[in-house]
């Protein structure tokens, strides 16, 4: 495959570099002449162990070349890839100037050449801006429509090469599956699985990476911190942590939905805290872990309340399903304030309800939460019957075909998405999806 990489930054010139390792003749453009002849010496300005012998070879193999002149690059090539810098301004917003300027030369050569060219947008950007001003501008200035990918990159610096050669995963955004075939192509070879999704989704999975990855770091401190004020070697804890495959460093949890609660997690939480403050220590994450969890909450409330409805079917109240533990349920405080706000709720519940039913003591929710019994209703289709709003609020497998029942004027919010995946269809709402 023939690609002319545009930028050659760390990201355009790691990725040329491998490219051509793989086979793949490659153009590398770049307007600071600087970059290009060092590149053409076979050096790279780019501080990486082993770029300078990648580059070495594919000179000597004749399957890299650089220019400062886009409309040669695109003539000569099939696939154009995108790998210019988009800073920060001072208010955080995201400066696009060096994409739009270079889609705009793309265009433009593009405009000269006859035959299709694909483009490949590995610059950071945030999510709608392939969709909204990329493609409108490559089509424009080359007068014709124009096969578009966004592609992220995954590269750290010092590991680029390794990055790039075994990555953990290549994410593919398009809107046609021609299109991902050809990205994949320039791929041929590499062993990692291909995820295609929508532009959007491609986009921002970049920046929620960059995100857990500093969450993670400050976490590790957080808790390093801590340790040290209680005397406790850090290191062995955090050892300890990362040992757990199953809940701590898996995908566990880390789907969006609402909010947590239990008997554990807000109690540990509270805990943790309060040996931080008996301390005097500041732990910003760890600290407003609760108030972002309220926060939640109240985000459910108000999309249940934009309704305008009174008639609530609650599905689920315990914290999650399988159980009757409604100690700091976030459905409790859900519903709550929807009776506080004058709704009338009713709620399904059949761990709940077959707890109230064991002989014994009286239930959790008798003994500690008695306003919301009279809201208990055995009988899922009845409460479905009544209701304008239907919410639900936990992964029971009773719930999971609920939304074939709805009648005409009712509204499903699921809060945990209980059914992977939905007809698209105005009466079904999610919280965060």
């Given amino acids: 495959?023939?690609?002319?990489?545009?930028?050659?930054?760390?990201?355009?010139?790691?990725?040329?570099?491998?490219?051509?390792?793989?086979?793949?003749?490659?153009?590398?453009?770049?307007?600071?002449p600087v970059k290009t002849n060092l590149i053409a010496s076979g050096q790279s300005h780019v501080v990486e162990a082993g770029i300078d012998q990648l580059i070495a070879a594919a000179l000597r193999r004749?399957?890299?070349?650089?220019?400062?002149?886009?409309?040669?690059?695109?003539?000569?090539?099939?696939?154009?890839?995108?790998?210019?810098?988009?800073?920060?301004?001072d208010?955080?917003?995201?400066?696009?100037?060096?994409?739009?300027?270079v889609c705009?030369?793309?265009?433009?050569?593009?405009?000269?050449?006859?035959?299709?060219?694909?483009?490949?947008?590995?610059?950071?950007?945030p999510p709608g801006t392939t969709r909204r001003m990329i493609k409108p501008l490559l089509e424009e200035a080359a007068g014709r429509p124009v096969r578009v990918s966004f592609n992220p990159e995954f590269l750290r610096e010092g590991s680029g090469l390794e990055d790039f050669r075994r990555p953990a995963k290549i994410v593919i955004g398009i809107e046609d599956a021609a299109t991902a075939q050809i990205v994949e192509q320039m791929y041929h070879g590499i062993e990692a699985e291909v995820f295609r999704v929508a532009y959007e989704a491609a986009e921002f999975v970049k920046y929620t990476d960059n995100v857990w990855h500093a969450l993670k770091v400050a976490f590790a401190n957080e808790i390093g911190n801590l340790c040290q004020a209680l005397q406790v070697d850090s290191h062995d804890v955090m050892g300890l942590f990362v040992r757990d495959t199953k809940l701590n460093i898996s995908p566990t949890y880390l789907k969006p939905?609402?909010?947590?609660?239990?008997?554990?997690?807000?109690?540990?939480?509270?805990?943790?805290?309060?040996?931080?403050?008996?301390?005097?220590?500041?732990?910003?994450?760890?600290?407003n872990v609760l108030s972002s969890n309220d926060v939640q909450i109240a985000r459910?409330?108000?999309?249940?309340?934009?309704?305008?409805?009174?008639?609530?079917?609650?599905?689920g109240i315990s914290f999650k399903h399988g159980t009757d533990d409604l100690r700091d349920s976030p459905l409790v405080a859900l519903v709550e304030q929807l009776l506080g706000h004058g709704c009338d709720v009713r709620i399904v519940d059949p761990a709940v309800m077959q707890s109230r039913h064991r002989s014994g003591n009286?239930?959790?929710?008798?003994?500690?939460?008695?306003?919301?019994v009279p809201c208990l209703e055995a009988d899922l289709e009845r409460a479905l019957a009544g209701a304008d709003v239907v919410v639900v609020g936990n992964g029971?497998?009773?719930?999971?075909?609920?939304?074939?029942?709805?009648?005409?004027?009712?509204?499903?919010i699921d809060l945990m998405r209980v059914r992977q995946r939905y007809h698209p269809n105005e009466q079904l709402h999610g919280i965060n999806w």
């Fill in 1 to 32: 495959m023939r690609v002319s990489i545009f930028g050659l930054g760390y990201t355009g010139s790691i990725t040329a570099a491998c490219l051509t390792e793989m086979g793949h003749r490659v153009i590398g453009v770049d307007p600071d």
């Fill in 62 to 89: 004749r399957l890299l070349t650089t220019t400062t002149d886009p409309v040669s690059a695109v003539a000569d090539s099939d696939v154009s890839v995108v790998c210019v810098g988009t800073p920060s301004r």
């Fill in 91 to 101: 208010d955080g917003s995201v400066d696009l100037a060096y994409v739009a300027s």
């Fill in 104 to 125: 705009r030369d793309l265009g433009g050569a593009i405009a000269k050449k006859s035959g299709e060219h694909v483009v490949i947008i590995r610059s950071t950007v």
């Fill in 257 to 287: 939905g609402f909010a947590f609660g239990g008997s554990c997690l807000p109690k540990e939480l509270r805990s943790v805290q309060g040996m931080a403050r008996s301390l005097g220590l500041d732990l910003p994450v760890i600290g």
């Fill in 300 to 315: 459910g409330v108000n999309r249940v309340l934009a309704f305008g409805a009174k008639n609530i079917a609650m599905l």
């Fill in 362 to 372: 009286a239930s959790y929710i008798d003994r500690y939460l008695p306003h919301l």
């Fill in 396 to 412: 029971d497998p009773t719930f999971a075909d609920v939304s074939d029942l709805l009648g005409r004027n009712q509204h499903l």
